[in-house]
């Protein structure tokens, strides 16, 4: 019976705490250090009373993502600089290669401040819901929009050398730029936890064990009734308190 109950505790370990692996990068443009970004050339979004471009004007990138996988997060670099602050973030899917579906939309509220002498590194965070999935090798689309008529924001440019196609939106829809454009920087990321197979393996060895332990635990009272029933010249046993019995017979 203990060592059920070791075993039991040994399978409830590996099930708490073995080791996960977490899920990386779907895709990425960013640098690292401080030059995760490149905070002297970006791209201007506004809104249609920003002083901008004295009228809207939104931009979209076209990426490959190098790992299939849920959208948990994205972190983009989003300036502010006049208006209300807020900027809405899509990723889109590719409609015959250009900005599609959109997937999902995320409404980012609070900006740093250009006035307040940001370089490197602010990055903004949205989370996925948990709806959208990224395909290894398969074209999408990001693209930040103004939030409101006012806005006026900038979207710095990567420092990875990271190029795509560009569409932009002056208000009566996409356009397309052409290829060969530094993306806007930003990073997609599947923070999803799975198994590792080695916890796998280690589980269903623990499940072998423990159950042969107690068919072996449960059978053994029926296995020595059977034996005992089948043996009629043994005059008498004498069994000791850790079930070994000795057997005298006639």
């Not at 949205?126 to 074209?139: D, I, R």
């Not at 072996?216 to 000791?240: E, K």
């Amino acid at each position: 019976m203990r060592r059920l109950v070791v075993q039991t505790l040994f399978l409830a370990g590996l099930l708490c705490c073995g080791q996960p692996s977490f899920g990386g990068t779907l895709y990425s443009n960013l640098g690292s250090g401080s030059n995760v970004y490149d905070p002297n050339n970006n791209y201007g979004v506004g809104g249609a009373y920003s002083p901008l471009f004295g009228g809207y004007n939104a931009w979209a990138f076209s990426f490959t993502p190098d790992t299939s996988g849920p959208v948990a997060q994205i972190d983009i670099p989003l300036w502010q600089y006049g208006g209300p602050d807020s900027v809405v973030l899509e990723l889109l899917g590719d409609a015959s290669g250009a900005p599609g579906t959109v997937l999902e939309s995320w409404t980012v509220p609070v900006l740093p401040q250009v006035g307040m002498g940001i370089t490197c590194c602010t990055l903004e965070t949205v989370l996925g819901s948990g709806t959208s999935s990224l395909t290894a090798g398969t074209q999408y689309w990001i693209a930040v929009l103004p939030g409101t008529d006012s806005t006026w924001v900038a979207w710095p440019r990567n420092s990875t050398s990271a190029l795509g196609t560009a569409y932009s939106d002056y208000g009566s829809g996409y356009l397309n730029d052409g290829s060969g454009w530094p993306l806007g920087a930003f990073e997609i990321r599947d923070t999803a936890a799975t198994p590792e197979p080695a916890s796998f393996a280690l589980v269903a060895g623990a499940l072998v064990i423990i159950a042969r332990a107690r068919w072996r635990h449960a059978d053994l009272p029926a296995r020595r009734s059977t034996f005992q029933r089948n043996l009629p010249l043994m005059r008498s046993s004498a069994c000791h308190t850790n079930g070994i019995c000795k057997r005298r017979f006639a």
